[in-house]
């Protein structure tokens, strides 16, 4: 008699969800793609698949509310099935997209088109105004009636300050997130490194931590004025975490995300990496890099995005003026905060778990997904304890624009579980 292919038994893992309290050696059953038994007492029913854990820790699956998977108009960066793999290869099943696509994501069909073919679970923002060009709204509710889950201009500020209430006025309507890419274009070029010494010594522009901050301060109190809730991209920036800390005292509805790279390298990486640490916004100073950390373990800044952005490798050959700005982060997310922050010291890995599952879940109204009866079956095993050197080459992404490129990191995924089937495991 064979194994029933619908039931999967995960036999003697270390369980870890702090959404549910959960941090017990135990086992999971999951039938037809959901989990019908969690915890210590669980055995196996009858003929089916059986996984040995071997106490390695069993997560939620991540979430990433923040991907570039350049599909459509620049599939030569990625695709939705390199995008998806690379998504799996980091733990992540679902990830939300940004609509600076070609063409952008500023109409139901390329809303729906864009979601059509799901490997994993894609989810995608609309764009706030057509070509995210701060000329004219696109049609919010149309948008999020083709499956948008939230609206952003995400690549650039929106520098329209009216055009930023209206969408927030929608949100507190619709009950929708605005995401924010702050940065105002008054403030100076958009260069590629903080003022100061590096940016001298490299002979390239500096770009001015205001750029960000005084978009933040605008939209806050945008917030504060429609009732909307604004969700800040990306922040790296000092006084934005400051305005952000004040607006969460005050009740607003404020979210806000930050990057690996913010919170584990600064603008003195810069001259080492290249390109490679070529980003929007930069890598900032270490008092920005600290606080970021200190705001994201006190909840301040809610959850962990990668910003994944490929590029080709020629793109990146351009130098730093010349190359385009983003880092791909998906394989190397968990693994590099792990690494620097929580085994150091500096954040509980029950606020990593937190802020990769159940936040930013929550924050774009996603369905809740983690080590409980009834969820659906995502699930990633992890090896705490395995060190493995980052190499690109080796990388599910098409693209290799990785500033931890040669690292030496700890903590591994073993193998990623979408629906209740294996999707990517490690082949090393």
């Avoid at 290869?89 to 729906?112: C, E, H, S």
């Avoid at 149309?142 to 201009?153: E, K």
Wanted: negative net charge.
């Amino acid at each position: 008699m064979s194994p029933d292919d619908g039931i999967v038994f995960i036999r003697n893992a270390r369980l870890f969800d702090p959404a549910q309290g959960l941090d017990v050696e135990g086992s999971v059953l999951v039938k037809d793609g959901k989990i019908t038994g969690v915890g210590p007492g669980v055995v196996p029913v009858g003929d089916m698949k059986t996984i040995e854990a071997e106490g390695k820790y069993l997560f939620p699956a991540f979430c990433d509310p923040h991907v570039h998977f350049r599909t459509p108009g620049q599939t030569e960066k990625e695709d939705t099935n390199s995008g998806s793999m690379a998504a799996l290869a980091g733990g992540f099943t679902t990830v939300i997209q940004m609509p600076n696509t070609t063409p952008v994501l500023d109409k139901p069909d390329l809303i729906r088109e864009a979601t059509a073919d799901e490997p994993i679970e894609l989810k995608v923002l609309g764009a706030v105004t057509y070509g995210s060009e701060s000329r004219e709204l696109t049609d919010f509710a149309s948008l999020i009636d083709a499956g948008a889950v939230g609206l952003t201009d995400d690549g650039q500020g929106i520098a329209v300050p009216v055009f930023m209430k209206a969408a927030l006025q929608f949100s507190a309507e619709r009950g929708v997130p605005i995401a924010c890419h702050a940065e105002e274009p008054e403030y100076g070029v958009r260069g590629a490194v903080r003022p100061g010494l590096i940016a001298d010594s490299l002979g390239v522009p500096g770009w001015n931590p205001a750029r960000e901050s005084s978009m933040v301060e605008r939209d806050i109190g945008l917030a504060l004025e429609t009732g909307g809730h604004v969700h800040f991209c990306h922040v790296s920036v000092d006084y934005s975490v400051e305005f952000i800390h004040q607006a969460k005292q005050d009740g607003l509805m404020v979210t806000s995300e930050v990057t690996p790279h913010h919170l584990t390298l600064t603008v003195n990486d810069v001259p080492t990496l290249g390109a490679d640490a070529k980003m929007n916004p930069p890598l900032g100073t270490e008092k920005d890099r600290e606080l970021l950390i200190e705001a994201l373990a006190d909840g301040t800044i809610d959850c962990i995005a990668t910003d994944h952005a490929p590029h080709t490798p020629e793109e990146k050959s351009r130098g730093l003026e010349r190359s385009p700005f983003g880092v791909i982060g998906l394989e190397t997310s968990f693994s590099v905060v792990y690494t620097d922050l929580v085994r150091t010291g500096r954040i509980g890995l029950d606020r990593l778990v937190e802020a990769m599952t159940r936040v930013p879940r929550k924050i774009y109204n996603l369905e809740e997904v983690g080590l409980f009866k009834g969820s659906r079956a995502d699930l990633v095993m992890v090896d705490l304890g395995k060190t493995w050197t980052v190499d690109p080459d080796k990388f599910e992404s098409k693209a290799r624009n990785c500033p931890f490129a040669k690292r030496e990191l700890t903590g591994k995924i073993m193998w990623t579980m979408y629906r209740g089937n294996i999707l990517w495991e490690n082949g090393d």
